[in-house]
């Protein structure tokens, strides 16, 4: 079974700073998708950004980025110039292949901005 | 443009009485379909999935159903809550049966 661990319950950074969020997945798949989410106070879940297993290239969406690392098995988001609308909570998300498979989630990682 | 909507934002009811949480979608025909519940403090957990009308499958055996009556329609409901169903509920679709799955707002579920 795939299982998708965030090993940091909580994390801050001052703002305008970059900071960098963990993942690890497990999975016997070739074919996979990795995604982060944004949990904000609202709740509402909002999708940060995506990366195909299949894809060398980090995926990047603006200040947003990850180092994708396929061998490790390791989904790391590194957020650039902080931002005090970054404050959330954090979800590294795992879906195997293509069609209706459904999202594997982690624990997550509560993101505190300091002004 | 595709949106997803969900109903009631936020929802009090007693043990044992009836749920029914609703989710539409607007700008795509034959989406995926996704119900996941959120418990305090916690990851999202897939309760059903449906990639048609009538076509429901569910993951985690409990005390609530799903149905799809219309293409852009998902319906969460149960017959009798318990005290273990309070949660944050989300719907959310797969617009181009792609890989990726966009959340609604969610429902607040408080059960006493």
């Known amino acids: 079974a795939q299982t998708v661990t965030q090993s940091q319950p909580e994390m801050s950074v001052q703002e305008a700073e970059t900071v960098t969020l963990s993942c690890t997945y497990d999975?016997?798949?070739?074919?996979?998708?990795l995604f982060w989410y944004k949990q904000p106070p609202s709740r509402q879940m909002i999708l940060v950004i995506r990366?195909?297993?299949?894809?060398?290239q980090n995926a990047t969406e603006n200040r947003f980025s990850v180092n994708f690392q396929k061998a490790a098995k390791s989904f790391s988001l590194k957020i650039s110039d902080s931002q005090l609308g970054d404050a959330a909570m954090y979800f590294c998300?795992?879906?195997?292949?293509?069609?209706?498979?459904?999202?594997?989630f982690g624990t997550g990682t509560r993101l505190t901005i300091i002004p | 443009s595709q949106t997803i909507h969900q109903w009631p934002a936020t929802l009090v009811q007693p043990v044992g009485s009836p749920l029914s949480l609703e989710c539409t979608v607007e700008?795509?025909?034959?989406?995926?379909l996704y119900w996941y519940r959120q418990a305090a403090g916690r990851g999202l957990q897939l309760l059903f999935y449906?990639?048609?009308?009538?076509?429901i499958s569910s993951e985690v055996p409990q005390n609530l159903s799903a149905s799809r009556p219309q293409d852009r329609q998902f319906i969460l409901s149960s017959k009798k809550l318990l005290l273990s169903d309070s949660g944050f509920y989300l719907c959310?679709?797969?617009?181009?049966?792609?890989?990726?799955?966009?959340f609604g707002p969610g429902t607040r579920l408080t059960v006493l």
């Open positions: 998300a795992y879906r195997k292949g293509w069609g209706n498979e459904k999202l594997t």
């Open positions: 999975t016997s798949e070739s074919d996979y998708y």
């Open positions: 700008g795509t025909s034959n989406p995926n």
């Open positions: 449906s990639v048609g009308i009538g076509q």
């Open positions: 959310a679709w797969d617009p181009d049966r792609g890989n990726t799955q966009y």
């Open positions: 990366q195909e297993a299949y894809k060398q």
